[in-house]
């Protein structure tokens, strides 16, 4: 056991009020009906059927994702970590986090989640502006936002917060608006994204007037001028924190350590057999219900291994240590190291370390794409 990769769990809850026209994850629309006690009772089942991946591991971090975890009732959250608790181990002071819509949170919601035993609240806000929500498909208003900032910031919980930047009919000021009203807050975590066009998208298939890349850029000089101004640190591609409020959750997908996914399209990485492997669940809940085992698994080896490891361990601002490698059981391979080098020569990677430039931070897609 000493030999294996810490492990995280991540629980995926897949109800959604709608599709927003920019997503691209596994929700269903449908109503929630029976189905939430169903699924609460196969995700138990599938945790107890997946021994043999947690091998006797403690959990360093579990997360509820989705979807909207939100519009899950506390009862059931709190009725799984207790089956959680009791059946295996989890770490001492475990970072519990959860996804929360802000038209979901109340006072009674948040204490629901507090009596649960979550400590880290994440609220997809996306932002403080009427047009942009509008253009971006949310089923929130700025009222909304503000009042879940409210909530969120009176919490005592953790709080972190997703905004969304680089969307129809954005611009600069749109997100620095957004990002002086976060600040204000007094929130210590924030997940600051580009919004991608993705296949499967309905933005894919009718795409919007998007900003050029010039106004990107503004916007991105602007945030992080702003940011650091404030004493916050990018420590990762979309993660800006202070000291304190780094996600642990988050660390492990990008140090490549293990985690276990369960529910609907829940996607696992674990070490067995002297090999990483990526697993995935089958994506509709009823058939999730029906059949817990992976519908996917592929031993990560070859190229496949070093883009997958270059995605991840890259995107570190810090960059990742020796003692993370052998920990995580990542073994570089001599078409990495080639690469890597070529990456030195470039000017995106820093020589003598497993850490990108400043170039190859800003131009990360360039810098990964050397390992493909």
Same mark, same amino acid.
């Given at each position: ?28 629309? *449908?109503?929630?009906? =029976? ?6 009772? !196969? $995700? @138990? #089942? +599938? &945790? ?113 917060? *997703?905004?969304?930047? =680089? ?6 000021? !749109? $997100? @620095? #608006? +957004? &990002? ?193």
């Amino acid at each position: 056991m000493d030999n294996l990769p810490e492990l995280s769990l991540y629980i995926h809850l897949p109800w959604c009020d709608k599709k927003c026209p920019y997503c691209d994850f596994n929700i269903s629309t *449908d109503s929630l009906n =029976g189905s939430v006690k169903e699924l609460f009772n !196969t $995700l @138990k #089942n +599938d &945790l107890l059927q997946s021994n043999s991946l947690i091998n006797h591991r403690a959990f360093k971090s579990i997360y509820f994702g989705g979807g909207t975890p939100s519009k899950v009732p506390t009862t059931y959250i709190k009725d799984f970590l207790n089956f959680l608790h009791i059946e295996f181990n989890v770490v001492s002071n475990c970072e519990i986090s959860f996804e929360a819509n802000p038209k979901d949170l109340t006072l009674d919601y948040i204490a629901g989640l507090k009596d649960s035993g979550i400590n880290r609240l994440s609220v997809g806000i996306q932002s403080f502006d009427d047009k942009y929500l509008c253009f971006l498909g949310r089923n929130h208003n700025a009222s909304d936002s503000l009042r879940a900032l409210k909530l969120l910031s009176e919490s005592e919980l953790t709080g972190t917060i *997703d905004l969304i930047y =680089g969307g129809p009919n954005s611009n600069s000021l !749109t $997100l @620095k #608006n +957004d &990002l002086k009203i976060f600040l204000n807050a007094g929130i210590n975590h924030l997940s600051l994204y580009q919004l991608n066009i993705e296949p499967n998208t309905i933005f894919y298939k009718k795409r919007p007037l998007m900003p050029t890349e010039n106004e990107i850029e503004k916007a991105e000089i602007i945030s992080s001028d702003l940011l650091v101004q404030n004493n916050f640190n990018q420590y990762e591609i979309s993660s800006w924190s202070k000291e304190d409020s780094i996600s642990v959750h988050n660390q492990n997908y990008w140090k490549f350590g293990d985690y276990l996914g369960i529910g609907p399209g829940a996607s696992s990485k674990i070490y067995k057999d002297n090999f990483h492997h990526r697993l995935r669940k089958r994506r509709s809940i009823k058939s999730y219900i029906n059949d817990t085992k992976p519908t996917h698994m592929e031993k990560l080896q070859g190229k496949e291994l070093d883009f997958d490891l270059a995605i991840n361990i890259l995107r570190n601002k810090s960059g990742i240590d020796d003692e993370s490698l052998e920990t995580n059981q990542i073994k570089l391979s001599k078409r990495f190291i080639e690469k890597y080098k070529i990456g030195v020569e470039l000017g995106y990677f820093q020589k003598g370390k497993l850490k990108t430039t400043e170039k190859g931070f800003r131009f990360l897609n360039d810098a990964v794409s050397l390992f493909s």
